[in-house]
């Protein structure tokens, strides 16, 4: 059974202070991992797709990496509008494809 | 400009009432996912739709039934809510090999 594993679970950041959030995986075969960002009462949205070992995106003070086991989701410079829930999500070979896995997630507080 | 709309946005049940939650997009989406979210737990996949009239178990399945009669809508029903089923329930939904876009997500409290 595949399985996501999100670190640190609670991050706190001063603004300007540079860290990583973890995405840990063990899937069968992987067609796509998925980031998230989540706000209080609100669903998640998009980040980035990430498909294959190596793969890099960035988005503004956000880049996603990608290697044979894990994400990492590295955050420069942070503001306090980055502070959020970021969801790791994996969707696998098995089962056509069809699921997408969710980890528990990092919440992230930046503050001033 | 809706995206994916969920339907109610909040509401309280007893034990043993029953409900149906909505969901509806007009992005003309294949695939479509009914995930509940506690605390510590993260996302849990219920049940999923892979296209018109399909439906297929997720992780948690127990105590819901869903039904995909038109593509653009996909219903969760509780026939017998008990408290275990107080979450937040969010729709998903998807074209093949593209990011899933969610909706804002029912708050539903069993008393």
């Known amino acids: 059974e595949d399985q996501v594993t999100q670190s640190p679970e609670a991050l706190r950041l001063q603004e300007g202070e540079s860290s990583s959030l973890n995405c840990s995986y063990t899937?069968?075969?992987?067609?796509?991992l998925f980031w998230y960002r989540q706000d209080p009462g609100k669903g998640p949205e998009f980040l980035f797709t990430?498909?294959?070992a190596g793969e890099e995106k960035e988005k503004e003070r956000l880049k996603a990496t990608l290697t044979k086991k894990e994400s990492f989701l590295h955050i420069t410079a942070p503001k306090p509008e980055d502070s959020a829930t970021y969801l790791c999500?994996?969707?696998?070979?098995?089962?056509?494809?069809?699921?997408?896995?969710f980890g528990t997630g990092t919440q992230l507080k930046v503050e001033l | 400009n809706a995206g994916v709309t969920q339907t109610p946005k909040f509401r309280v049940l007893k034990t043993g009432q029953s409900m149906t939650l909505l969901c509806a997009q007009d992005?003309?989406?294949?695939?479509m996912y009914w995930y509940r979210q506690d605390p510590g737990m993260g996302l849990r996949l219920i049940h999923y739709?892979?296209?018109?009239?399909?439906?297929a178990k997720g992780e948690v399945p127990d105590g819901y039934n869903v039904s995909r009669l038109k593509k653009q809508n996909f219903l969760l029903g509780l026939e017998s809510a008990a408290p275990s089923q107080t979450s937040v329930y969010f729709c998903?939904?998807?074209?093949?090999?593209?990011?899933?876009?969610f909706g804002q997500g029912t708050r539903l409290t069993v008393v």
């Open positions: 998903a939904s998807r074209i093949w090999n593209t990011e899933a876009f």
């Open positions: 899937v069968s075969g992987l067609r796509g």
């Open positions: 990430l498909y294959s």
């Open positions: 999500a994996v969707r696998e070979v098995t089962g056509g494809g069809n699921k997408l896995t």
């Open positions: 992005m003309n989406h294949e695939y």
């Open positions: 739709s892979v296209g018109e009239g399909t439906t």
